[in-house]
C-alpha cells in the first residue's frame, strides 16, 4: 500500500510575505509606486559612485544647454545648468543627499516618538501628563518656523537639519503610539500576559509593539514625503543645504532665476520631488490597508473577483 504523503499546514508566517506581493501586484498604482521608489533609491545608493565627478564638473561653454538631446552624450540629455553641469547627474547626486535627510529623520523620530508614546499609553497617568505636555510644547509652534529658527542659529547643515526636522515630527508618532496603547492594554492577551506575570517590558516589546507596528509604518511612509516637502522648503528658503552639497530643494532654488530661460533647472528636480512625494503617499494608502486585517479583505476580493 503505497505511503501517504501529508503536506504540513502553512503557517501564516509562511504566507505573509508571498500573500503581501500577490496583493501589491494586484494594486497597480501602489506596485507602480514602489518601482519607481526603488529605481531612486538605487540611484541614489550607487549613481553616486558610478558618475564620479560629472556632477561637479564644470564646463561654462554648455552653460544651460537645453535637454533632448544627444549632442553632449547622455548625461546631457536632461540639459545643463547654469555652469555647464549635468543636470541628470546632479539629479541623481541631489537624491542621496535628500533621501539622507528624509531617511534620517523620520528613524529618529520614529524611535523617539514610538519609545515615549509606548511608555506615556502603558505607564500611569502622571507620566503620560508629562510625556504629552512636552509634545504639546512641540506642537504649539508651526514646524517650519522652529526649523527655520533653529537652523538660523545653529547654521545650515545636513545633520542639524536632520535634527530639527527629527524634533518637530516626534509628537506625530508619540500621540499614535500612546493612542494605540492605551487601546491594546486592555485587550485579552495582554490581561493574560499580566496574569501570568510577564514583566512590563515583555509586555509592551513581545504584545503591544507588534500590534502597532503596522499603524507606525504606514504614518513613517507617510512622513517620509511630508519631510522631503520640507527639506526642500528650508532649501528654497536658502536655509537648508547649502553648496556644495546638493538636494532636490537646493536645485530648485538655484533654477528659479532662470524660469524664463532655463525652465529645466527648476523643472526636473521639482518634477522629481512631485514623483516621489506622489509615490509615497500612494504607498501608504496601500499599507494601511494591507496591514489592517480588518481592511485587508478589499485587497484580498479583488483577487477573488480576478479569479
Known amino acids: 500500500m503505497p505511503a501517504t504523503i501529508t503536506q504540513a499546514p502553512t503557517t501564516a508566517s509562511e504566507t505573509k510575505g508571498p500573500n503581501l506581493i500577490s496583493m501589491l501586484w494586484r494594486d497597480k498604482f501602489a506596485f507602480v509606486s514602489v518601482i519607481i521608489l526603488l529605481l531612486i533609491l538605487v540611484s541614489a545608493l550607487i549613481g553616486p559612485a558610478l558618475l564620479g565627478d560629472a556632477a561637479t564638473q564644470q564646463n561654462l561653454r554648455g552653460r544651460n544647454f537645453p535637454p533632448f538631446s544627444f549632442e553632449r552624450g547622455w548625461l546631457f540629455y536632461l540639459g545643463g545648468d547654469a555652469l555647464g553641469r549635468s ?135 507617510l512622513d517620509f514625503a511630508f519631510v522631503m516637502l520640507a527639506e526642500s522648503s528650508l532649501s528654497f528658503l536658502g536655509i537648508g543645504v547649502q553648496p556644495p552639497d546638493i538636494t532636490w530643494g537646493l536645485m530648485v532654488s538655484q533654477g528659479r532665476p532662470y524660469l524664463s530661460s532655463a525652465w529645466w533647472l527648476a523643472f526636473w528636480p521639482g518634477l522629481m520631488i512631485v514623483i516621489a512625494a506622489l509615490s509615497l503617499n500612494l504607498l501608504s494608502n496601500w499599507l494601511r490597508v494591507a496591514l489592517d486585517p480588518t481592511q485587508r479583505w478589499r485587497l484580498e476580493a479583488r483577487r477573488t473577483k480576478s479569479v
Do not use: C, W
Open 87 to 221: 543636470m541628470l547627474a546632479r539629479l541623481i547626486v541631489a537624491a542621496q543627499s535628500t533621501i539622507a535627510i528624509a531617511a534620517g529623520t523620520v528613524a529618529a523620530a520614529m524611535v523617539v516618538g514610538t519609545i515615549l508614546g509606548l511608555i506615556a499609553g502603558y505607564m500611569g497617568k502622571v507620566v503620560s501628563q508629562v510625556i504629552m505636555r512636552l509634545a504639546d510644547v512641540i506642537m504649539s509652534f508651526p514646524s517650519l518656523l522652529i526649523a527655520v529658527v533653529v537652523l538660523y542659529v545653529l547654521g545650515p547643515s545636513i545633520p542639524n537639519m536632520i535634527l530639527v526636522l527629527a524634533i518637530t515630527r516626534v509628537p506625530i508618532y508619540l500621540r499614535t503610539a500612546r493612542a494605540e496603547v492605551l487601546e491594546v492594554r486592555e485587550r485579552m492577551f495582554v490581561q493574560a500576559a499580566i496574569v501570568m506575570g510577564a514583566t512590563h517590558s515583555r509586555i509592551i516589546v513581545k504584545h503591544i509593539l507588534p500590534v502597532i507596528a503596522p499603524t507606525i509604518l504606514t504614518i513613517a511612509t
